[in-house]
């Protein structure tokens, strides 16, 4: 029987496309292919006895056509927190890689295809009690930085939200889509490198468990 496990936090992506991301739509990218760094903070977690809480997780990404295509696959790098002991590596190694249940399994088996590698890195995300902006950092690998998106019929003190989207990256039932334009969008890892500003940045939390 698989280690029973639990995560809550924040996932967050930095891409190529034009805001919003085509993808949390269920449609194809804006450029017909798509290149970008998602990120996960997690709040709480455990994988058995191992606590997970306060780590972070970073994937490198891209691919061609509509990522929810049965046929398309991304390739896909990954960077867990330096800071994680060795039961703690593990852990996430098991529990990304799609081995013991829930949506990272899902996650794995239908949307992943050429894994790129994986690292161990420091890794810093810090995000807005009121979504208002968030960044993240992996020194000399990765790096984004995006500000809420609001417009002329904003209400103030009010946030964007996409409840419901129907190609949620963190699967379905979980927490609304806040969208922001990236300032900051580079990455140097993988043998993917990019440099860019003012595409989609997305938040989406969530909450994944393997207890049936």
Known sequence: MAERWRLTGDFLDFCKCAVPCPCTFGRPPTEGDCEGTIAFRIREGHFGDVDLGGLNVVGVTYFEGNIWDPDVRADLGMIIDERADDDQRQALQTIFGGEVGGWPQ?????VVGNMLGLEFAPIELEIDDDLGSWHLSVPGKAEGSTALLTGPTST????????????????PGQGPATYGIASTDRANAFGRTWDRSGRSSKHIPFDWSNAG
């Open 106 to 110: 899902m996650f794995a088996e239908n």
């Open 156 to 171: 103030p003190g009010e946030r964007l939200a996409v409840h419901n989207p129907p190609g949620s990256e963190v699967g």
